[in-house]
């Protein structure tokens, strides 16, 4: 079964500050995708990036990008230039497939708080 | 806005009631999943379906229930109810069930059971 990691319940950065969460998770799949997922106080599930476990480039995606480390399980989320906009919730998530199944186990979540 | 379109966005009810949640997928989206939200379980898949056909099961009590109709709405019923099942219910979308295929996901429903 997998299961995701996220090891830092609460987290606070300065606006316009770089700040970092960790997850580590485990799977038994071969060929698989990661995601992190944020949710704002609206309570909206909002995907924030994507990425290819076979690919060695990091994903980014504006000023969200990732450090993969896929020998250590690791995938972490770093968000550069932090903004009011990012206090939210993050959710690390990997899925599990099996024959035309699929279902995300997520982490159970880092509160990050942004302060002007 | 996801495209995944979830009612209601709350409901109150009394243990022992039964409900019915509803999910409209996105256009073209042909795989629906269930998740439930609470405060001591954290986010938990319950159940998926891809066109109509139920595919995979997770977490989910056989006081629960849930189907995928030929329009591709899908409802999720809950009886019996029990206090413990207050949570927030997400209904997500993707096109098909493959890995790595982004999950939308709508904006919940608050169910809180008295």
């Known amino acids: 079964a997998q299961t995701v990691t996220q090891s830092q319940p609460e987290m606070s950065v300065q606006e316009a500050e770089t700040v970092t969460l960790s997850c580590t998770y485990d799977?038994?799949?071969?060929?698989?995708?990661l995601f992190w997922y944020k949710q704002p106080p609206s309570r909206q599930m909002i995907l924030v990036i994507r990425?290819?476990?076979?690919?060695?480039q990091n994903a980014t995606e504006n000023r969200f990008s990732v450090n993969f480390q896929k020998a250590a399980k690791s995938f972490s989320l770093k968000i550069s230039d932090s903004q009011l906009g990012d206090t939210a919730m993050y959710f690390c998530a990997c899925p599990y497939s099996g024959a035309g199944s699929y279902q995300l186990t997520f982490g159970k979540g880092t509160k990050l708080s942004v302060i002007p | 806005d996801s495209g995944v379109t979830q009612t209601p966005k709350h409901l109150i009810t009394a243990t022992g009631q039964r409900v019915t949640l509803r999910c409209s997928p996105r256009s073209g989206d042909l795989s629906v999943y269930w998740y439930q939200q609470s405060l001591d379980q954290g986010l938990q898949f319950l159940i998926q379906y891809y066109n109509g056909e139920e595919r995979a099961k997770g977490n989910i009590l056989e006081r629960f229930s849930a189907q995928q109709f030929p329009d591709l709405h899908s409802e999720l019923n809950l009886s019996s109810l029990e206090l413990g099942d207050s949570a927030l219910y997400f209904c997500?979308?993707?096109?098909?069930?493959?890995?790595?295929?982004?999950?939308?996901f709508g904006a919940g429903t608050r169910l809180s059971v008295l």
């Open positions: 799977t038994s799949e071969s060929n698989y995708y």
């Open positions: 997500a979308s993707s096109v098909s069930p493959t890995t790595g295929d982004i999950q939308y």
């Open positions: 990425q290819e476990a076979y690919k060695q």
